[in-house]
């Protein structure tokens, strides 16, 4: 073989391999068979002449050769998709997939719907949605785009800030009415909270006052979770107090089934944020996402805009 063999699909290949680590994975997520990832990777191999990766019988690493030519990949690869949309114009905007990743409840109650509208004013752009609450790797798993909740530490990713997500301390009729309400914060630790496992700290509610003063106060329950949903289905349970995002109980209360307590007395809000993948910035899909998500999150109740 000779560089004419190096092809597009096979630094592809290498590339999501790279990031993977994984042969299978890789081979799930093309859609094709192993073997035909084995191929590709091998034809590379011979086109250029060196050993590009390191594979165990457990996991594919890169060689010091691979390292290199991997990062020269990415902005090859980066250029000729760039390259494509500025020779379509505006079409090359409208075409092509975006995958995103959310934490999963505000996926499922309000970030779907965003996306649904942003398809339907660009129909030709495909959207594979990732719901979850761990904090992945966006390359390794060929994320463009994460909406994230919480203070973040990745400082490799780009940063757009959404707003602020505010919360209330919420409980349904039936608890209240079976358990009494509580009339200040010193009153919670004789209640049922319920609390999120996934979330450290969470033994201790944190709230501030209406003058500004903070106040930590024990929070304890029977019941823990780490998903947001079932929060919510264990608040219109009755099983406890929690500290909710408006935004995961607001059809709940505005329908009577949840109600506020300690309205004066708030959990701090907590911030959103969307990342971008350097590389992935520059792609006129990807902006227009980026930019529509922007511009509509303010729309989901307790979402507070950046000034």
């Not at 114009?89 to 999963?104: D, L, M, P, Q, Y």
Request: hydrophobic share 40%.
């Amino acid at each position: 073989m000779d560089r004419s063999d190096v092809t597009l699909e096979r630094m592809r290949t290498f590339v999501r391999v790279a990031e993977r680590g994984s042969l299978s994975a890789v081979a799930r997520e093309l859609g094709v068979g192993q073997s035909t990832v084995t191929r590709h990777l091998r034809e590379l191999e011979e086109a250029i002449g060196v050993p590009l990766l390191s594979r165990t019988t457990r996991r594919v690493t890169m060689t010091d050769e691979g390292s290199r030519y991997y990062a020269d990949s990415i902005q090859i690869l980066r250029l000729v998709e760039q390259a494509g949309d500025e020779a379509r114009g505006t079409r090359g905007a409208s075409a092509g997939t975006i995958r995103i990743s959310c934490t999963a409840a505000l996926g499922v109650l309000h970030i779907s719907r965003l996306i649904f509208a942003f398809q339907d004013r660009y129909p030709d752009i495909g959207v594979d949605l990732s719901l979850t609450d761990e904090r992945i790797d966006l390359v390794r798993e060929g994320v463009d785009v994460a909406l994230r909740l919480g203070p973040l530490t990745d400082s490799s990713m780009k940063l757009r800030a959404l707003g602020q997500s505010r919360r209330l301390l919420v409980a349904a009729p039936a608890y209240l009415a079976a358990r009494g309400r509580p009339a200040v914060p010193q009153d919670l630790p004789g209640h049922e909270g319920i609390r999120m496992s996934n979330i450290a700290g969470s033994d201790t509610l944190a709230l501030q006052g209406p003058g500004g003063e903070r106040h930590a106060v024990p929070f304890g329950g029977r019941f823990r979770i780490d998903h947001g949903l079932a929060a919510r289905e264990a608040l219109v349970a009755g099983r406890g107090i929690a500290p909710a995002h408006h935004w995961l109980v607001d059809d709940l209360l505005a329908a009577g089934r949840l109600e506020v307590i300690l309205p004066d007395y708030a959990p701090p809000p907590i911030p959103l944020s969307m990342l971008i993948v350097p590389e992935r910035a520059g792609i006129a899909r990807v902006r227009l996402l980026v930019d529509f998500l922007a511009e509509r999150i303010g729309g989901i109740p307790g979402i507070e805009k950046p000034r």
